[in-house]
């Protein structure tokens, strides 16, 4: 069992940086691979990025790539996203997701476990 607690959201002006933290709780941990999903009001959930379990190979969605950053730590069983130049359109809730598999992570129906989510707010 792995519960995830996010926190580091809030509202920053367009341009601005925030940095994401996901703190895990659970002995498998470094077992799994982690990522970072968000949902836009009237929108659907949508992948943002993810990480294998080492930490040595990560992807991301178009719409961030050049932008965001995913690291973890697995000492502090913890997963990061920085967030640079922050544009209106990247407002969303921001849910942060385990899985055993790094292959199949991007689709929701992968998930294991999910965190509760955290609010950004980009002002224009």
């Known amino acids: 069992q792995v519960q995830l607690v996010e926190s580091g959201g809030g509202l920053v002006q367009a341009g601005g940086s925030l940095r994401l933290s996901c703190v895990a709780s659970g002995r498998t941990f470094s077992r799994h691979a982690m990522g970072w999903f968000r949902q836009a009001p009237g929108k659907e959930r949508e992948f943002v990025a993810r990480?294998?379990?080492?930490?040595?190979?990560?992807s991301y969605a178009d719409s961030v790539k050049g932008r965001f950053t995913i690291s973890r730590d697995n000492a502090k069983t913890t997963v990061y996203l920085q967030m640079n130049s922050l544009k209106p359109e990247d407002t969303a809730v921001y849910y942060c997701?385990?899985?055993?598999?790094?292959?199949?992570?991007?689709?929701?129906?992968?998930?294991?476990?999910w965190g509760q989510g955290t609010q950004v707010t980009v002002s224009s």
């Open positions: 990480i294998t379990w080492s930490g040595g190979l990560t």
């Open positions: 997701a385990a899985t055993g598999d790094y292959a199949t992570i991007t689709s929701m129906r992968s998930i294991d476990y």
